[in-house]
């Protein structure tokens, strides 16, 4: 069973930093590829990030491109978001993502809260 907990959201001024973790338990992680995701308030859920199974490769969604780092640990089982310079329009709540690359297999965190506001 996929158990995901997220960590380290909060309040931040624009232009800040924050770095969110993402721990793992109950499934095989390294065969999971992993990805952050958000939702802000009235809109859909969207891609934040994600990372292969390996750590090898990693993809973003272009509004976080050079301000957002997607990583991974597979022997401590986590997988973390760094986040700078981040922006008013960066605040929604994050979840963690899991996904077997072998059965297509899901698992949602529940998600933490990012809040950008002077």
């Known amino acids: 069973q996929v158990q995901l907990v997220e960590s380290g959201g909060g309040l931040v001024q624009p232009g800040g930093s924050l770095r969110l973790s993402c721990a793992a338990s109950?499934?095989?992680?390294?065969?999971?590829?992993m990805s952050w995701y958000r939702q802000a308030p009235g809109k859909e859920r969207e891609l934040v990030a994600g990372i292969t199974s390996t750590g090898g490769r990693t993809n973003y969604a272009d509004s976080v491109k050079g301000r957002f780092t997607i990583s991974r640990d597979n022997v401590k089982k986590t997988v973390d978001l760094e986040m700078n310079s981040l922006k008013l329009e960066d605040t929604a709540v994050y979840y963690c993502?899991?996904?077997?690359?072998?059965?297509?297999?899901?698992?949602w965190g529940q998600g933490t809260q990012v809040t950008v506001s002077s």
């Open positions: 109950g499934f095989s992680f390294s065969a999971y590829a």
């Open positions: 993502n899991a996904r077997s690359v072998y059965t297509g297999n899901t698992g």
